[in-house]
């Protein structure tokens, strides 16, 4: 899949868009570290800031609406397969805000064999703002260094294409699609949804990956002591900690 095959055009528009906008925001004034699966924030150069809220629409009905709807069908075309959503999450790219390195999904997603991710541009998308980069035609797991990433002469053999999106575009990203981004040089925010979904009968969904990821963060990070936002330890920026803690499962954000 190239990026110009994977790109789509305007699957968020008009009044909808601008409630994904609005939700964003709302989402984003979460506090850090009050959401059960993760409300992260980095440093940057201009303060601190959220750079990533994960399970999104486990508390969140109109985010819930998206992931289970237009983007649930986008993924399943794509696929090829009837889909379930097991996954999706918000990254905040605020000017300044950190880049992460080249990975492939499918290594991040314990148990998993196929997967398809939906990025559903929420601001604009360019090689200054820090959009992705895709390398196409890779159909195996690549060698990767302790953090899970793409081991430096791998990358380099590589040939990258950027995916520059406008608001409610969206691109399709298979598990084995390597691809990367780089830090916000604009001064304004580059905020993106991804869903994540796996075939309807691969026994893959949203439980299953959800305690996966939270044994396997708490034993990388054990490890090697490494910030993560999710199990691989791709994520370039720097970590604000935080000791806010919600009540278990609950959503108490409103």
């Known amino acids: 899949m190239t990026v110009g095959s994977a790109v789509r055009r305007s699957v968020v ?9 609005a939700w964003a925001a709302e989402v984003e004034a979460w506090p850090a570290g009050s959401h059960r699966w993760g409300q992260y924030a980095e440093r940057t150069a201009i303060g601190e800031a959220i750079c990533r809220t994960e ?14 709807g237009v983007l649930e069908d ?19 790219k605020q000017p300044g805000g950190a880049g992460f390195s080249p990975h492939q999904d499918l290594a991040a997603y314990p ?34 260094d302790d953090r899970g990433v793409v081991v430096p002469d791998v990358v380099a053999s590589l040939s ?8 409610g575009d969206a691109v399709c990203i298979p598990g084995l699609t390597p691809h990367y981004s780089q830090a916000n040089k604009s001064t304004a925010a580059r905020r993106v949804l991804v869903a994540s979904y796996a075939g309807r009968g691969d026994g893959y969904d949203r439980e299953r990956y959800y305690r996966a990821r939270e044994q396997e963060m708490a034993r990388a990070s054990a490890g090697d002591d490494q910030f993560r936002i999710s199990t ?6 720097i970590e604000v900690s935080s000791d806010a803690t919600g009540p278990g499962d609950a959503c108490w954000h409103r």
Not at 56 to 68: D, F, P
Not at 232 to 237: V, Y
């Open 13 to 21: 528009g008009g009044h909808d868009l601008d409630a994904l906008q």
């Open 55 to 68: 399970n999104v629409s486990a508390c969140h009905a109109g985010i819930a609406g998206l992931t289970r």
């Open 74 to 92: 986008v993924a399943g075309s794509a696929l090829g397969v009837e889909v379930v959503g097991f996954k999706d999450k918000i990254n905040y």
């Open 111 to 144: 148990g998993a064999w196929r997967v398809m991710s939906v990025l559903v541009a929420i601001d604009e998308c360019t090689t200054t703002s820090g959009c992705i980069w895709f390398a196409s035609g890779v159909e195996e797991l690549l060698p990767t």
């Open 160 to 167: 990258w294409s950027p995916a520059e999106l406008a608001p």
């Open 232 to 237: 691989l330890g791709d994520f370039e920026g």
